[in-house]
């Protein structure tokens, strides 16, 4: 099985499968199942033939799903970072790019002669053109991915139960926090959660610890940063133990319905609020943002995971009726993710009402924007945080099958193994909600690290040797992939100059 699973380093999502595995990885003791995004389970037969039994209908949607992440949240920030029509450049730009390398990598096996590929993965044909370095390279970028996920998650969930408990705190008491947050009046509130720190959690790394409540027992003892990450320790430490993650696999579709209310949310709040747009080229003002800003190196770095699907969509396409049609549902698939991170980004951006807040106030998590006391935001809150709770297991699932299986060659070698690896990665995420809880910062280092190998270096190499071993690499193909790798490179050394 570590095979199977072997490639699944993706971070995305959530389910929002926002950094979720496709489904159909997590084997059961007897069948593997993948879920389209209208809940609906298909059962695989396991064909390694290449003769799948979906339609391309449930493929594109399976694939759009899987893609569907935690990135999501953070793609209107990314938009105010580059600048709106920067921004919406850079997404149809990182788009076709991506499109284009999962393409490469949906067609590296057949370029391989003599050799029966048809039940090979993408981690597979790495090991066969760069031996034990393909093989260690494919895991450490696979932790990186899914280590990366599980912080975000571990982030987003302290996050929304801190939301979701002070919203049933503050109802059941009949206390009113409209006074103590900057934001707009009305019934349609906005907020901008640190509106006196020059705007340095939004506009950069930095995090400003604020007082998320009066001073009462209640905010000392339910605190976002100070305590409910610590909480979380109780239930999800233990449900990392199981040795099986095949019940949570059963909750995955939850996934979907998250991205669905999500997009509901984002077309409700923009008709109610109108949109609110200034365009400035290239200077600041004082509520709205430049046109084109320096700062689209964190967008590249998020859309780099928020399209990342390479090492798992030869599976994915495996099970696909119409094997000739693979690359035309690829597309679609694709185009429906573009689309729907443009729908969610234009929408917050655009609608985001400035005056009176300023454009830099957009938040790494767009749902911080609006007060725990919004009843829509509340329920996106609550489905959200039990959506993650059960899926976060998965992903340390499949942390565990590929460490132990790579070290021990036992998936579960003891519980003292076990329990040590899941100790060091739930620290990793408290310690960075406690002192770094920027979801989109966090996305953007982990996405471009590992789309770094996955998405741009990889797909193209391999495509570059294949062509030299056969007599045909020609200068034009040697000089367009070898400015995918400049690009993939510069995406990762931005990220830590910005």
């Known amino acids: 099985m570590s095979s199977r699973v072997h490639y699944y380093g993706r971070l995305t999502g959530s389910s929002d499968r926002l950094l979720v595995p496709p489904d159909h990885v997590i084997p059961g003791p007897e069948e593997i199942y993948v879920y389209s995004p209208l809940g609906t389970a298909f059962k695989v037969e396991g064909s390694v033939d290449g003769s799948g039994k979906n339609p391309s209908i449930v493929t594109i949607f399976a694939i759009w799903n899987t893609m569907m992440g935690t990135s999501i949240l953070s793609i209107p920030w990314g938009i105010k970072q580059a600048g709106f029509t920067f921004g919406i450049l850079i997404i149809v730009s990182m788009g076709l790019l991506t499109l284009y390398c999962c393409y490469r990598v949906l067609k590296s096996r057949a370029a391989i002669p003599f050799i029966d590929t048809s039940d090979w993965e993408f981690p597979d044909v790495c090991r066969y053109y760069f031996g034990a370095f393909g093989q260690w390279s494919s895991l450490v970028f696979s932790m990186v991915s899914l280590i990366g996920a599980m912080v975000v998650y571990w982030v987003l969930m302290s996050n929304f139960l801190f939301n979701t408990g002070k919203f049933i705190y503050n109802f059941a ?188 106030c957009i938040e790494p998590n767009f749902l911080d924007n609006f007060p725990s006391s919004d009843i829509m935001v509340f329920v996106a809150r609550a489905c959200l945080l039990f959506q993650m709770t059960t899926v976060y297991p998965l992903l340390g699932y499949l942390v565990r099958v590929q460490l132990m299986g790579q070290f021990f060659g036992n998936h579960y070698p003891s519980f003292f193994h076990v329990f040590t690896l899941n100790l060091f990665i739930v620290a990793a995420g408290v310690v960075m909600a406690k002192f770094f809880p920027n979801i989109g910062s966090i996305i953007r280092y982990s996405g471009a690290t590992c789309g770094l190998a996955y998405v741009f270096v990889f797909p193209s190499v391999i495509h570059m040797i294949s062509l030299r071993r056969a007599g045909e690499l020609r200068w034009p193909s040697a000089l367009f992939h070898s400015l995918l790798i400049v690009l993939g490179i510069a995406n990762l050394v931005a990220q830590f100059l910005m």
């Open 173 to 360: 008491n009949n206390v009113s926090v409209a006074d103590l947050e900057f934001g707009t009046n009305g019934s349609e509130r906005v907020i901008c959660p640190f509106p006196n720190t020059g705007h340095l959690n939004c506009t950069g790394d930095g995090f400003s610890a604020t007082d998320n409540g009066t001073g009462t027992l209640f905010d000392k003892w339910w605190h976002k940063t100070n305590t409910i990450p610590f909480y979380l320790i109780i239930l999800l430490l233990p449900l990392l133990n199981f040795r099986s993650a095949s019940f949570f696999a059963r909750f995955t579709f939850l996934g979907t319905i998250s991205v669905v209310y999500l997009i509901v949310l984002v077309t409700l709040k923009a008709a109610r609020l109108g949109f609110h747009l200034e365009f400035h080229w290239f200077e600041s003002t004082q509520f709205f943002v430049a046109e084109f800003r320096l700062l689209f190196p964190q967008l590249t770095g998020v859309l780099t995971l928020a399209f990342f699907i390479h090492n798992c969509v030869i599976t994915l396409l495996k099970n696909n009726k119409v094997q000739e049609n693979n690359v035309r549902d690829l597309s679609v698939a694709y185009l429906l993710v573009g689309l729907t991170y443009l729908y969610v980004g234009i929408l917050i951006f655009a609608s985001f009402p400035s005056p009176p807040l300023t454009k830099d």
